[in-house]
């Protein structure tokens, strides 16, 4: 139960009347579109200061906050959104493909390895359409249903995977030659192996989702 402590068209109330409800309320002010700061506020005298604390509390960890500070509600059932650090490597993604396109074509190609302009060409082309897809995941993902919340970010972590330990160590062997990542060639296959895990992820969430619609 709320109650409306300020309201432009009838008036004010009193915090001491409005609290006069046997124990604490979450009292807001607002009016029409208007939207004015909300509190706890409540108790008769005779109540007992533990219970009311304790219900206070209940409130504050419903709404998600507490003293004005934001709280992470462990009983909310919306989902984590995807942390920036996935737009900002696909922007980062996005920019290097660019560059190395034009540096592959024209600065760099007389100094690759020996069929290093297919290794670049083949990091190009998985680089710029992994960031695209993984900038889309990122704003499509707070429009998407709940249940779809878990498969979408384990799709997201896929990709990015797949850029970071896929596409760099291919310009590497396209700069470098074959065989000179040495003791770290494990490296592309497990990127490659996050590729895999971001499509078939973003699979099972369309597989999941047309389910649930039928």
């Given at each position: 139960?709320?109650?409306l402590?300020?309201c432009r068209?009838?008036?004010?109330?009193e915090r001491?009347k409005?609290?006069?409800?046997?124990r604490?309320?979450s009292?807001?002010?607002?009016?029409g579109q208007?939207?004015?700061?909300?509190?706890?506020?409540?108790?008769?005298k005779?109540?007992?200061?533990?219970a009311g604390?304790k219900?206070?509390l209940e409130?504050?960890?419903?709404?998600g906050?507490w003293?004005g500070s934001v709280?992470?509600?462990?009983h909310?059932n919306?989902?984590?959104p995807?942390?920036?650090?996935?737009?900002i490597?696909?922007?980062?993604?996005?920019l290097?493909a660019?560059a190395?396109?034009a540096?592959?074509?024209?600065?760099?190609?007389?100094?690759?390895?020996p069929?290093g302009?297919?290794?670049?060409?083949?990091a190009?082309?998985?680089q710029?359409?992994h960031?695209?897809c993984l900038?889309?995941?990122?704003f499509?993902?707070?429009?998407?249903?709940i249940?779809?919340a878990?498969?979408?970010r384990?799709?997201?972590?896929?990709?990015?995977m797949g850029?970071?330990?896929?596409?760099?160590?291919?310009y590497?062997l396209?700069l470098?030659?074959?065989g000179?990542?040495?003791a770290?060639?494990?490296?592309?296959?497990?990127?490659g192996?996050?590729?895999?895990i971001g499509?078939?992820?973003?699979?099972?969430?369309?597989?999941?989702?047309?389910?649930?619609?039928?």
């Amino acid at each position: 139960m709320a109650i409306l402590v300020e309201c432009r068209e009838i008036g004010t109330l009193e915090r001491k009347k409005g609290s006069q409800s046997g124990r604490p309320r979450s009292m807001t002010r607002q009016s029409g579109q208007w939207r004015g700061k909300a509190f706890i506020q409540g108790g008769r005298k005779w109540m007992s200061s533990n219970a009311g604390l304790k219900h206070t509390l209940e409130l504050a960890i419903q709404r998600g906050t507490w003293q004005g500070s934001v709280m992470i509600n462990p009983h909310s059932n919306e989902p984590r959104p995807l942390h920036t650090a996935h737009l900002i490597l696909a922007g980062a993604s996005g920019l290097m493909a660019v560059a190395m396109a034009a540096l592959g074509s024209h600065v760099m190609a007389d100094k690759l390895a020996p069929g290093g302009q297919v290794l670049i060409e083949q990091a190009l082309l998985f680089q710029l359409t992994h960031a695209i897809c993984l900038t889309a995941l990122f704003f499509t993902y707070s429009s998407a249903p709940i249940v779809l919340a878990r498969t979408l970010r384990l799709s997201a972590a896929g990709f990015s995977m797949g850029l970071l330990l896929f596409c760099l160590p291919i310009y590497w062997l396209g700069l470098n030659g074959p065989g000179s990542l040495g003791a770290l060639s494990w490296i592309t296959p497990v990127g490659g192996t996050g590729f895999l895990i971001g499509w078939a992820a973003l699979s099972y969430a369309g597989l999941r989702y047309a389910t649930a619609r039928s």
